[in-house]
């Protein structure tokens, strides 16, 4: 709280991160389903508020692998939900997402998947933003790094379930668009998420009660970054709002 006092004698601020990108703790349970530092970090939004006042915003910085849930790697196939305690709170303004996604999987030369599918050059836009909501985090995924170097994609499936958003770090309407329920102990497959970076992005929270509300997606203040490598990940760095009506 130290900061907020700071932030208070200064006459005050428009917006307060509470602290960023603690997936460690974030995820760190101490039942099958009860996440101590996820209330923790509810009860310390809660007196930031208290701090601050109304009319400053406070959101948590989440890292892009986390805001969306919690998909524990000892091959139970758990899904929770797990931020939603936090996301829900009354005092919390924005979900705060640090993203960085893969638009493209480029290799040198022509003997790579992107080429042979159709895509004949890097630096084409709109092949850029249809990996938005495509491509690796939203179609497909890499099961390890032996399958990243041969380009061997896993289709994101969610089995007869059929949801598979819930594995889809790209897909944040959906995830917003759609209510939230945890799936202890049950069969299904999942991604792991471990070969992208970060950067920033936020929406506004949703209790994920119900689903009855519509959304709009805003992205702004978009940019391309194309780092220069014989396998070449263009990232983006964006910002995005869901109004609710």
């Known amino acids: 709280l130290h900061y907020a006092h700071l932030a208070a004698a200064a006459g005050g601020v428009d917006g307060f991160i509470l602290c960023s990108e603690l997936r460690g703790l974030t995820q760190s349970r101490d039942a099958a389903a009860s996440y101590p530092f996820v209330a923790a970090l509810a009860d310390l939004a809660a007196d930031v508020r208290a701090i601050l006042g109304p009319t400053t915003k406070l959101t948590y910085g989440a890292d892009w692998s986390e805001y969306f849930g919690h998909h524990p790697q000892d091959g139970s196939g758990d899904v929770f939900f797990h931020l939603d305690l936090l996301w829900a709170s009354s005092d919390i303004d924005a979900i705060g997402v640090d993203t960085y996604w893969p638009l493209a999987d480029w ?52 089995g007869e379930a059929g949801k598979p958003w819930v594995f889809r770090f ?64 263009a990232t983006i760095s964006f910002s995005v709002f869901i109004s609710r009506r």
């Open 170 to 233: 790209k897909d944040i309407r959906t995830w917003w668009e759609n209510a939230h329920y945890d799936r202890p102990r049950q069969p299904h497959g999942f991604p792991n998420p471990s070969h992208s970076g970060l950067r920033k992005s936020a929406v506004r929270p949703s209790t994920r009660a119900r689903t009855n509300r519509t959304s709009s997606l805003i992205p702004r203040a978009t940019r391309v970054r194309v780092p220069t490598s014989p396998r070449v990940r």
């Open 107 to 158: 290799r040198d030369g022509r003997d790579h998947a992107d080429w042979q599918a159709g895509q004949l050059v890097l630096h084409d836009l709109r092949y850029l933003k249809s990996n938005l909501r495509g491509g690796e985090g939203y179609d497909w995924y890499y099961t390890s790094d032996e399958d990243r170097e041969i380009q061997l994609r896993t289709p994101i499936t969610d």
